[in-house]
Structure formats: C-alpha cells, structure tokens
C-alpha cells in the first residue's frame, strides 16, 4: 500500500513556474529522506533534489538555485517549488522514499508514485 501520488504538473511557458506535491499513500515521510526525480522522453531517470528529516537538501546542478524541495511532516506532503522553468525541464517528474544507499541513485528508493508531467514550451 505504500506509493507516492504525486501532482501539480501541466503545460508551463519557459520561464514560468510550477509546484509540484507528493502525498505519502501508506507511510509516513517523517521516516525517511524523500526525493524528486525526473525521466524525460527517451532519456533515463535522473535525480533532481532530495530532503533529509533534518531538512538538510540536495540539488542536481542543473536545478540549483531555481528549484527548491522542502516538506510538511504534519500533511505527509514533499514538494518542489520549480521556477525559471526552461524547455529542457520538460519530463515526467516523480517522488520516491530513500531506503538506504546512495541518496542521488533511482535503485536507492522506493514507494514511486505514477508521475507528474511537467511540460515547459520555448
């Protein structure tokens, strides 16, 4: 029963901005540090940023300084406020659960929701 639902995505300009929400469905976010990831067309998943239950973040360098990850114990909720959006963010996003190894590695998580999809036109 344990699965991320993930939302907020949809059709943005370039430049725009977006917040995307992952509600935990069957555990409880205070337990682990929880993550966004991205999989664009044809491409392979790719991290994006992570927050640990300290609330100490990580960013992909590609994200820093435009996107920002934070967590709301008490609603069991991750987001990622996304701004500066740029055609090339344009992908399925997803949140997942770290459950131990390497906290920027896809193999290192579980609980994946379905997706949100994030498209940025030019």
């Known amino acids: 029963q344990e699965q991320a639902v993930e939302s907020g995505g949809g059709l943005v300009q370039a430049g725009g901005s977006l917040r995307l929400s992952c509600v935990a469905s069957?555990?409880?976010?205070?337990?682990?540090?929880m993550a966004w990831f991205r999989q664009g067309a044809g491409k392979e998943r790719e991290f994006v940023a992570s927050?640990?239950?300290?609330?100490?973040?990580s960013y992909a360098d590609f994200v820093r300084g435009r996107f920002i990850i934070s967590r709301d114990n008490a609603k069991n909720t991750v987001s990622l406020q996304m701004n500066s959006l740029q055609p090339e963010d344009t992908a399925v996003y997803y949140c997942?659960?770290?459950?131990?190894?390497?906290?920027?590695?896809?193999?290192?998580?579980?609980?994946w929701g379905q997706g949100t999809r994030v498209t940025v036109s030019s």
């Open positions: 997942a659960a770290h459950v131990g190894g390497d906290r920027s590695s896809s193999e290192s998580y579980r609980y």
């Open positions: 069957g555990f409880t976010i205070r337990s682990y540090t």
């Open positions: 927050i640990k239950w300290s609330e100490t973040t």
